[in-house]
């Protein structure tokens, strides 16, 4: 596709439910990051996977959070047991090739989740 | 831990002015700064810095890097009310498994008045 795509754009779930949010990256980059964004804040790493793997889990707050990436291209975010602190923009960002540290990261337009 | 902080955290000016925005970084293994335009959801790439000292520029926007105060600013003229945004700043990590991670500042909330 033209861009980073994101799915749902919203999601408002209850207390205690699992959530699951899509990334669509640019075809043909193997990079690929999850941040999460509070109000105010500036984006936070979460999970970086380079094709399949992920490379790098340090930003995951907790072993309710868990990423995949299958087929090295559409990842999913997946949330066990949300907490209303778990609310913010999920962010998703690709890059062509993390090998090259040089290249920029492209952002989706996010998913909000709402935790009520 | 790595760490970016931006100042100020808003600024509010009318059209035609100029804006300077600061960032300064502490990140393991530094390779470059980044700079974003956030209007809604999707941060958008303004700028890629490397190298100490080279400023670059698009428009009325311009970046210049100081690798030795560990520190980046980035200038816009003549500013117009489609400026307003919020300007985040980004250090990118370039050693080990945190390969291209990027440590982001909170943001400089702009506002541009007509």
């Known amino acids: 596709g033209a861009g980073v795509s994101q799915t749902p754009s919203n999601k408002v779930t209850e207390k205690g439910k699992y959530v699951e949010l899509r990334c669509d990256p640019i075809s043909g980059h193997t990079a690929l990051y999850w941040y999460r964004q509070s109000l105010g804040q500036g984006p936070e790493f979460l999970i970086y996977?380079?094709?399949?793997?992920?490379?790098?889990d340090s930003g995951l707050p907790n072993d309710r959070f868990f990423a995949v990436r299958p087929e090295g291209s559409v990842s999913t975010l997946k949330i066990q047991r949300t907490e209303r602190g778990d609310s913010a923009v999920y962010l998703c960002?690709?890059?062509?090739?993390?090998?090259?540290?040089?290249?920029?990261?492209?952002f989706g337009p996010g998913t909000r989740l709402t935790v009520l | 831990e790595d760490k970016v902080v931006q100042s100020p955290l808003s600024l509010v000016v009318h059209e035609g002015d100029t804006v300077t925005l600061n960032c300064s970084y502490e990140?393991?293994?530094?390779?470059?700064l980044l700079w974003y335009k956030q209007e809604k959801k999707a941060p958008t790439f303004l700028f890629m810095l490397?190298?100490?000292?080279i400023e670059k520029k698009s428009g009325r926007l311009s970046s210049i890097l100081d690798k030795k105060e560990l520190f980046s600013i980035l200038n816009i003229t003549a500013t117009q009310t489609g400026d307003s945004a919020v300007y985040l700043c980004a250090g990118k990590n370039a050693g080990g498994t945190s390969y291209g991670k990027l440590t982001f500042g909170q943001g400089t909330i702009l506002t541009v008045h007509p």
């Open positions: 996977f380079q094709g399949t793997g992920a490379a790098d």
């Open positions: 960002a690709s890059s062509r090739n993390s090998g090259s540290s040089y290249n920029e990261q492209f």
């Open positions: 990140v393991t293994n530094f390779r470059s």
């Open positions: 490397t190298s100490s000292g």
